[in-house]
């Protein structure tokens, strides 16, 4: 039994949903956002609360029903609140530069790397060793980051490398000598 789908989403004020044959859109003060849902499922919206039902018993259906339900929910969060990740680079001569839209990262090949944002998401580079994402679609800015930590990302004997804020580098001893 799904017992996150079962439980109500929670509509803050200023936010509008719409569902139509298994499409949900969801207006907030910071965007738009779209998703469609599986067939047969239903979203009932009433009193500032959405509800999602399921078509079925089956075990298929019981196991997207979650799924679906905490996507409506981070959709109404990033419409509302957005979304932030937060990336840490470290290493010498490692530094990142914004350029307009474009993100320069210098992270140790004989190039630097130049990433152009995508569509709904910013970049903000407060430092030249601090990197913040932010954007209203959750799956947007996680992927985004993914992909500039995979550059480079953190290696165990020195800690080099592009890590998230709030990840921790375990740390392996190296060569011992004589």
Known sequence: MSRIGLKPIEIPAGVEIKFENGLVEVKGPKGNLNQEV?????????????TLVRPSESKEDKSLHGLYRTLIENMIIGV????????EIVGTGYRAQKQGNKLNLSLGFSHPLILEDPEGITTEVPSERVIIISGIDKQLVGNYTAKIRAFRSPEPYKGKGVKYADEYVRRKVGKTGK
């Open 38 to 50: 599986g067939r047969g499922f239903v979203l009932n919206i009433e009193d500032g609360q959405a």
């Open 80 to 87: 509302t609140e957005g979304y932030k990740k937060q990336l």
